[in-house]
């Protein structure tokens, strides 16, 4: 069911205003932070899930259950590694491109914790900088 003309414009304001207001909700929701993919970890997942496949195989073949158990696991830990960002790319991508009232000079600070921009943001806006 379409949305109404008057939904419509409720909904692209309740969006402007999520982008104006809340840029590191829509950064981390909306997946603009997420940066270039790690090449190098996921070759390395697949390989070992490709290794562990085969070991799996192996161990099936040969009836012994060790090498079987052993080839799951190296199977998981393979597509572990390929699917789970690495730390160090999403930390080193700051979000660009969203317009807010901290935009520049949040860049050039260190971050701060989860806690210290929640009381910071609550500052603002008691001191009337909403």
């Given amino acids: 069911m379409p949305l109404s003309e ?3 414009r409720l909904l ?9 207001n809340d840029a590191d909700f829509v950064a981390t ?9 790690n090449y190098r970890a996921i070759v390395l997942g697949v390989l070992l899930a490709v290794a562990g496949a085969g070991a799996l195989i192996g161990g099936v073949a ?3 259950l060790i090498v079987g ?9 393979g597509v572990l590694v390929a699917i789970t960002p690495s730390k160090r790319s999403a930390a ?3 979000v660009s491109g969203v317009a807010g009232p901290a935009g520049p000079s949040r860049q050039s600070k260190p971050r701060a914790g989860f806690m210290d921009r929640l009381n910071e ?4 806006r008691q001191d009337g900088h909403d």
């Fill in 62 to 64: 040969s009836q012994l």
């Fill in 29 to 37: 929701v909306g997946g603009a932070g997420r940066g270039r993919p």
């Fill in 121 to 124: 943001r609550w500052d603002r």
């Fill in 12 to 20: 692209e304001e309740m969006e402007r205003n999520l982008y104006k």
């Fill in 92 to 94: 080193s991508n700051p």
């Fill in 6 to 8: 008057q939904e419509q």
């Fill in 69 to 77: 158990v052993l080839g799951f696991a190296l199977m998981f830990v």
